[in-house]
Structures are given as C-alpha cells and as structure tokens.
C-alpha cells in the first residue's frame, strides 16, 4: 500500500510537533487536478503511518471524510467466517469518548449527514457527510473508532444477529449467489473462498467449542450473548489488535474550512491511532486456480429465470500499470456493440441481450479479468457457441495489428473526461480519494493515475492477451432450470452439489477436448473485426461562460407550438462543455390497457435494439441515451459533451419511426420480457411490498401478471399497428440544459418536432394523468399477499399514513420535519434495539395528489407482529416529540433545511431536479426553498397536532393501510380490527376510494412561463 514516493524524496517536508499538533510530513510538490476543479489539495502523512488526503472546497455545502484499512474478510480467522464484518458493525457503536451506542448516528443525523461502513475482501471503508460547521465535531467521533473502540458487551448478541439478519437479507440474491459460489470453487485453502458475510452460526461455532473445551467464563452482562458472545468480543477485540494498525490506514477529508485548518484539525485527531508496527496487508499472490479449476465450466441454479454466462481469467494485478492500462484496453475490444463486434455477431444470432468485459479494480490479491452478459434460451443452448465466439474474437485481437486511432481514442476520452470531471456528492468523492491511497500511485498522480492512459503499451497488451487462452479461463452458466443435453449428462447422471453459504447448487464439468481444440484456433469468422474510429468523438469543447452573480433558480419557458413546450436553462455554474435534453413524447394509447403498456414496452425494447450498435460509439465518446416506456408514452435523454449531442438525438428520434420490428427480434424481447414480468415477484420482500401499496394507491397501474398475460397473444401485426397509431399522434415536452445558447436550444426543439412532422398534434385531453386514489377516514386497512419463492426466508410490512395533497405547501413540509425526526428514533428502536430486521426505513412517500408517512420493514417475523412493534414505537414516540425542546427543535430544523437547500453538484443533478418537477406536471421549480422556509416556522404545536392527527395509531380519523408480504412459510395474523385486503379484493377496494385531482402547475411557477433573454 505505502509507495516509495510517499515516504521519502525531495518533495516531501517534515512539519516539526508545535502546541497540541505532532509532527507530519506534507508533499510539497503539486497535484495534477481537473480544469474545473477549483479545490485545493495537500497529501500528508502523520507520524503513525497514515496517509491522509486534504480538501479545501469553498463552495461545498457538505464536509466529508472516508477512512480506508487495508484489512478485510481476506483475513477473516478460518473458524470465524465473517469477524471482520462483524467488527464493523460492532466499530460504531461507541467509543471511549462518545460511549453512547447511538452517538454516532444521532450526530449525523442531527447535523443533516449520511454515514455507513463498508467491508471488502482487502478493505473496510468508513465514511461520512456532514452540515461543514460539524466537521470539527465529527473528525474526533470517526477518529476514536479507531483508537478507542467500546466493543460494547451487551451489544454482542444484538449485533450478531444483525449481521446474521442482513445475510438472510441476501440469501436468493443471485448476484451474491454467483459470487460465492466463483469463491467457493477456487483452490482448497485459498482466503478467497472465505465466507465474507458471515451468520450467527459463523460467529458462534468456534467460541462453542471452546467453552466447551474450557468451560463457561463468569461475569454475564446483559445482552453480551452469555459465554459464548463473550468469547466472540474476545475474538474480535483479539482481531481488532492483530489487523487495525495506523500504517494500514488511509483518510481523505473534504472540507470548505482552508487547508491549514484541516491539518489542525486531522493530525491531532488521527495522530492517537495506534501504530502496532503491522506492515500494510501483502497482496495475495497465490493463484485462487489451478488446472483443475482452469478449462472449466460451472453450471449454477439461479433463483430467478435467466440465463447467466461469465467467462473468467486470472490476471496479474493492475494497479502498478496505471500508466498504460492493458486489461482496459482490451475490454474496450471485448466489450464493443458496433459492427464486427462479438455482441453485434451473437445479437444477430438472437443468442445475446447483454455482453460486459473488464479487469476488476476493488481486490488487488484477486485480480480477474471478466466476460459476462445475458443469454437468450437459445444462447444459452448455444453456449459452446458462444464461449467459441468469444475466443475467436481473442485470436482475432491476438493477429491484428491495432490501428493508432484505437489507442488514441481511448487515451483522449480518458483526458478529456479527467479534464472536465464535474463534482460529485463529497462522501463519494472522500471515499475515492481514500480508495486512490490504497493504490500505488506517486503523489502527484492521485487524482489522474486511475483516470488516464498515458501510454501505449503494446508488449504489455500482448502480453496480456496471452492470458486470455481457453485453458487459463473459467466459464460459468446459470439457469433456473438445467437441460440435460446443455449439462452434456443422461438425466441418471446429473448429481448436483449444494453450494455451503448460499446453497447454490452446481455441477462443475470439464469443457471437452473438442471445444479446447476449436477454441484454440485462429480466428476463421468473417463476421468479427475490429471497430472503426468513432463519429462521435466531441472536436469542439469551447465552453459558453458568462458569469453571474446567481444562478438561475429555474429553468424558462423558452419556446412553445401546439405540439411542444420547451424549457431551457443555459448552465451558469458548472462550467463544462456538456448538455442535457430530456423529453416526454406524449402518444395515445400507450397504457390504456396492459396490452397497451406490454406493445409500447416492446416498441421501445426493439428501437434500443436497433440503436444499439451506433449509440455505443457515443458512449465511448461520453455521450450515453435514455429511452424508457412510461404511461404516457416514451422518455428519452441524451447527455454528455454538447459538440455532437443534436447528432445523437437526431438519431434515436428517427429510429422511433424506421426501426425494422422483425419476427426475430420479437421473440427474442417478448421472450425477455415474460422472464422479467415472471422475475418480478421473485424480488426481495421490502420492495415488493413498497411496489405493492403504490400499486394500491394509484387509479390506473398494471400489475405484471396482468400484463405477463398479454404476451402470448402479440404478434408481429399487432405491435407494427401499435408503433403506427403511437405515431399517429404526439406531444413533446422538453428539457434542454447546460453548455447550450438560446438558439441552439431552439433548434433543437425545431428539429425534434420536424422528424415527426407527420404526426398530428395530441391534444391535452387524451394525454395520460396520473391520479392518487384517496385512503377514507378512519381507515386501517391491510393488504395481504404472498411471496412467490417458497425459499425466501424473509417477510416485509409497508406501513403508510396518508397526509394529504402533495401540492399543499405547509402540510408538505410539517410532513417533511415529522419524516426527518422519525428516521433515526425508528431506525434505532426497530432495527437496532428490537432487531425486527436488517431493513428499516422511514420516508416520505409521495404520489401525484397525495403524499404521507412510510415506514419499511423486512424481518424474520411475521408482518403482523412487525406492525405491532410500529405501533408501539409510534405511540412512544410522540411522548419523546412533546419532550422536545426549543434548542433541540432549531437543531433538528436546521438539520432539515441543510438537506433542502443542499445545492446541485453537477450539471446531471441540477437537471433532475427540474425534470422532476416539469415530469411530475407541478412545475414547482423553488419547492425546496418553500419547504425550507416553511419548516424554520414550524410550531411544536402544530407538529404534535399533525402527528396526532395523521400518525398516532390512536388517531380516530387517521388514514392508514399496511401492507403484509408474507414468506411461505410464514403464519400471519393481522388483527381483527384491521380490514383486510386480499388479491381478490383488491379491485373493489380501489373501485371504492377517492380519487384526487390530477397535477396542475402550482401558482409560482406561472412566472417561469416568460421568454429567455437571447445569450
């Protein structure tokens, strides 16, 4: 981890102790950052060894800061699988000067942050966001984690189970399934094959058998988990002290105090963390495969139905190349959907939906390079096919001589990306700072040594390439359902073995001498080549500055004809030589029925396919597209560098009306999208159930059984009549943002409209509105369902209190403040003390008409208990609202309003933020300022009355309806007084509520109708 240029060198000056500040080293030299970038920089390195990133950000309305250690599951004790995780989960729980177990998280919520930790195969991250005057208070809290940790006893149990419940959480997670199982199946005695999660029994069998050995320790503390919790806090604090070490750790800080500040701040601070004299964490280099995992592949039951291929190889580790990059350069080949591609051939095969390729960045000791998509049933027939492809295109790679504009494209989208990189969320950024320590860049290069290729390599390329042969690599297929013939076994001869954390079966063969000997010959497919240069590289970056003493709220009503409305805004604050357009196309018949909404998906599906192979030329450019199916009609963005953005949306407008819709490629997405509409009840409970009551509460929305039963009766006529009526028809509403003139805006819009100039005009009364429906007073009511995996453990309750209208200004933001003062109480009380579950949240659900109080839980226990725990914890609360007082109401406000007024940081978010409003048909460009505002003059008073009146589960006329997911096997009772909704009820439960109005532009926003002065 420690490079040499971080420890010595000219550039490099010791800063003498001075009062309560030791001594330091800080890099003199300087760091090569962004254009944009108007930060100030300082690397330092304390005396205890830990190097630490420095950020001044004047403008930045969130401090950060993230701590990396070079120790993760990796160095789990073999009898304890899962320690490391759960050391930090136990980490955060107090500390010799903040003992209280919630100080941490009241702290930051209080001051309008967000925290988390994170544990790796080779690291742990630590990291928060903050109110910036905070930060001071802050940095001591993240500090004492490490230097005096509580461990807290009566917290073992507790803990343990919590760690055990978000491992349930992931159980029929294909995606983890996938990965345990690849870890599962390396060379016996590896650390890769290390359970990283870890579960009660985990945590508890070796500390089992050593009271067993030795008999039970005195002195039982409640909640400690008894001896054998005991002996595991004994075990941890012993793994605490052999692998947490100052010369293992990395910080970054992001802060708008100046530099010299910062260092007052952080080297004091993190100065206390022991240095134990442990060496940074070696990179692992023993293989995680041999020849008996080599030339391989591995067919795996996945919960869900699709069709799950990986192609895998060991490579060296990539880090120390960051100047020449290899393994990405050669992903860019594999992972190509232009013509001549390996996608392009197995689309048009119609065995491919998705194809990725690249070198993993995040575990230094397993280092692999990865080919992976998704098959259709008939690629994954043809899979022997389809590894073949993949290896023909390598000897293809391996015999080409590389054009220089391949190098030379990769290396300028690399600069200019680094070059014009916009800001993000700065607990991001912190952690990607901290993450750049871990790797061996100089000094100088630790903010463009992962983002830039510097130099053409192309020994190391070959070099490379070479270790992409067919016996070096590892295949994986997943399926839900195995064929006999695919497996290459008579139906007496398959035995599957059970994966041991996930119980993921599989069934490991050997790819046969046959497939090793085609793959190994020279490429012979005419249909495969290299890509050509790329149309849409940006020429032009000239970036249209004119400074401003504010920037612009809102975006203007700049252009409007019967058939489109366009709103603009010119960037001035970001400065980049990039744009936004977002638009709604408004078609009849999109969603009036589930055939409707399954024909215009479908629509959408085969226009992306067709678009495919040209607009991933632009993505490589940084240009990327959007296009979703919505209820009314289609959503389409583009964004990126503005130079050839017109070309792009050009492009895919006029793909709406000449796209080819073939027999083919409809099978292929009507077969795709039967699996996601059947995949969809597969997913995990707390979505579900939060899918479950927004259904509920809307007047028109089609379940995906609904529309799964439409499929089967689409034939190639039907969807070509349906693109001819959507088109028949249209309105456009349009966003278009940043590095744009006025005029260039207009003739955007212009252009747009002109491509489906033979369109007629759709007039507002056949355009689609959403509309809530209305929950009547004193209502409890209950929805009741099932959940469709007889594997899944866990249960889920959406419990929702409806508040009133979402456009009801003071209410919205009373409804706000109520929502940021539960959060954490029902955070703390739910999850943490009752351990109902790893899932807890508190939000604000909102729909067009209607908005209230949303509290999720997924647990072990059943629905109904869960919503008594509510319940209770709800009717506790108010007596702690009431407790509060007058400083602890401004602090909790201020908290709130920090988070409201927290400004844009990037071109993207500013643009969100406006489509949100101009999608949502509000038009409420200030409503973060109006709830700000509103919330500093809330009154106790009136807060203890809302809640009395909405929330109170004693509330007489309150609005409430839960929702029970329930697991298979799980018995559920909700109680007598509730009423209960079931699937055959369902209908005439929302035949039998209110329905609001639909959304209309509030009254503040009539001024932003008015002309854009000419720039």
Excluded at 132 to 152: C, E, Q
Aim: glycine share 6%.
């Amino acid at each position: 981890m420690v490079d040499p240029a971080w420890t010595s060198g000219p550039l490099w000056q010791t800063v003498p102790a001075t009062g309560t500040t030791p001594e330091y080293s800080v890099f003199t030299g300087s760091v090569a950052k962004p254009e944009l970038d108007d930060r100030e920089y300082r690397l330092i390195r304390l005396s205890n060894g830990i190097q630490s990133v420095l950020v001044h950000d004047a403008q930045t309305d969130k401090a950060a800061a993230s701590v990396y250690i070079n120790v993760g599951h990796l160095q789990d004790p073999d009898d304890v699988p899962g320690l490391a995780h759960f050391c930090e989960h136990m980490i955060m729980k107090g500390s010799e000067p903040y003992p209280a177990e919630n100080d941490w998280m009241s702290f930051i919520q209080s001051n309008g942050g967000v925290k988390n930790g994170v544990t790796g195969p080779a690291w742990q991250d630590y990291y928060f966001s903050i109110n910036p005057a905070a930060l001071s208070d802050a940095l001591p809290r993240l500090a004492a984690f490490f230097w005096g940790p509580l461990f807290a006893p009566n917290l073992t149990a507790r803990e343990m189970h919590a760690v055990d419940s978000e491992n349930k959480r992931n159980l029929q997670n294909d995606a983890r399934r996938v990965h345990q199982l690849s870890k599962f199946l390396s060379v016996p005695g590896h650390p890769w094959r290390k359970f990283g999660t870890g579960n009660i029994a985990t945590l508890t069998e070796a500390a089992r058998k050593t009271i067993e050995d030795h008999g039970e320790s005195p002195d039982v503390l409640d909640g400690d988990g008894g001896p054998v919790g005991r002996e595991v806090r004994r075990r941890l604090i012993e793994w605490w002290q052999q692998n947490y070490c100052a010369g293992r750790m990395v910080l970054a800080v992001v802060g708008k105090e100046p530099l010299d500040e910062l260092v007052q701040m952080v080297v004091p601070t993190f100065s206390k963390v022991q240095n134990r004299g442990l060496n940074p964490r070696p990179i692992l280099t023993q293989p995680t495969w041999d020849s008996e995992q080599m030339g391989t592949i591995v067919f795996g039951k996945a919960v869900k139905d699709y069709h799950y291929f990986q192609l895998a190889f060991q490579m060296p580790d990539q880090a120390p190349l960051f100047q020449t990059k290899p393994g990405s350069f050669v992903a860019h080949f594999l992972g190509h959907e232009g013509p001549g591609s390996v996608y392009s051939y197995l689309k048009e095969k119609g065995w491919l939906l998705s194809l990725s390729a690249g070198p993993s960045t995040d575990n230094r000791s397993v280092p692999r390079f990865t080919i992976y998509g998704t098959l259709t049933k008939e690629g994954y027939l043809h899979y022997q096919d389809v590894l073949l492809a993949i290896y023909k295109y390598l000897s293809l790679l391996r015999a080409s001589t590389f054009a220089p504009y391949h190098f030379a494209e990769i290396a300028q989208m690399a600069a200019t990306s680094f070059r014009f990189a916009e800001k993000y969320q700065p607990h991001e950024y912190a952690r990607n700072l901290a993450r750049s320590l871990l790797n061996p860049l100089p000094p100088e290069r630790i903010l463009d040594g992962g983002a830039l290729v510097r130099e053409w390599d192309e020994q190391g390329v070959r070099e490379f390439l070479e270790l992409l042969r067919p016996e070096n690599g590892r295949a994986m297929l997943m399926a839900k359902d195995h064929d006999s013939a695919v497996l290459g076994l008579g139906e007496s001869e398959v035995k599957w073995e059970v994966e041991k954390w996930y119980g993921t079966e599989y069934i490991v063969r050997r790819l046969g001498d046959d497939f090793m000997e085609k793959a190994n010959l020279p490429n012979t497919n005419a249909e495969l080549s290299l890509p050509g240069p790329n149309p849409y590289i940006p020429e032009n970056l000239t970036i249209e500055k004119r400074e401003v003493d504010k920037p612009a709220p809102a975006p203007v009503k700049l252009y409007e004809t019967p058939r489109l409305v366009l709103w603009y805004k010119k960037d001035d604050q970001f400065w980049a030589p990039r744009a936004h357009v977002r638009l709604t196309i408004r078609f009849p018949d999109a969603y009036v029925t589930p055939r409707h909404a399954v024909l215009t998906r479908l629509f959408t599906d085969l226009v992306e396919d067709a678009l495919s192979g040209i607009t991933y030329d632009a993505s490589l450019a940084g240009l990327h597209y959007s296009l979703i199916n919505e209820k009314e009609g289609l959503y389409v963005s583009v964004r990126g560098y503005n130079d050839k953005l017109p070309v792009l949306l050009g492009t895919v407008i006029d793909r709406l009306q000449t796209v080819d819709i073939r027999e083919d490629r409809l099978k292929v997405f009507s077969e795709q999208l039967e699996r996601t509409y059947k995949n969809f009840y597969l997913g995990q409970p707390s979505n579900l159930a939060q899918h479950y009551v927004a259904s509920a509460l809307i007047e028109r929305t089609w379940t995906p059984a609904e529309k799964l039963a439409e499929i089967p009766h689409i034939s190639l006529a039907d969807l070509k009549h349906h693109k001819t009526n959507l088109l028949s028809k249209v309105h456009f509403e349009i966003l278009v943002t940043g590095n744009v003139k006025h005029d260039q805006a207009t003739q955007i819009a212009q252009d747009i409209e002109a491509r489906l100039n033979d369109s007629r005009v759709l007039p507002p009364a056949e355009w689609h509105r959403d509309r809530s429906l209305i929950l009547s007073a004193s209502s409890d009511y209950v929805l009741h369902k099932k959940h469709a995996n007889s594997k899944e453990l866990n249960s889920a309750l959406t419990y929702y209190c409806h508040f009133g209208d979402i456009a009801d200004d003071r209410l919205r933001a009373t409804l706000k403040f109520l929502v940021h003062l539960v959060k954490e109480p029902s955070f703390s009380q739910l999850r943490t003390v009752e351990q109902l579950g790893y899932v807890v949240s508190t939000t604000l659900r909102s729909a067009v008409g209607s908005m209230g109080l949303d509290i999720k839980v997924q647990s072990l226990k059943p629905p109904a208990y869960v919503e008594e725990r509510v319940d209770a914890f709800l009717t506790s609360f108010r007596d702690a609202l009431a407790g509060f007082t007058p400083d602890r109401l401004a602090e909790e406000k201020n908290a709130l309003v920090l988070r409201l007024l927290e400004r844009p940081k990037n071109l993207a978010e500013e643009t969100s933020r406006f489509w949100d409003q101009i999608e949502g048909g509000y038009y409420d460009f200030q409503r973060r300022e109006v709830d700000a505002a509103t919330v500093q003059g809330l009154s106790l008073d009136e807060l203890l009355a809302a809640y009395d009146a909405f929330v109170l589960p004693q509330a007489t006329a309150r609005r409430k309806l839960s929702m029970h997911l329930v697991a298979s096997q799980t018995e559920n009772a909700p109680r007598s007084t509730s009423a209960l909704v079931s699937e055959e009820t369902e209908a005439s439960f929302k035949a039998g509520l209110a329905c609001s109005a639909a959304a209309l532009p509030v009254a503040r926003a009539r001024h932003e109708e008015i002309r854009a002065p000419r720039l």
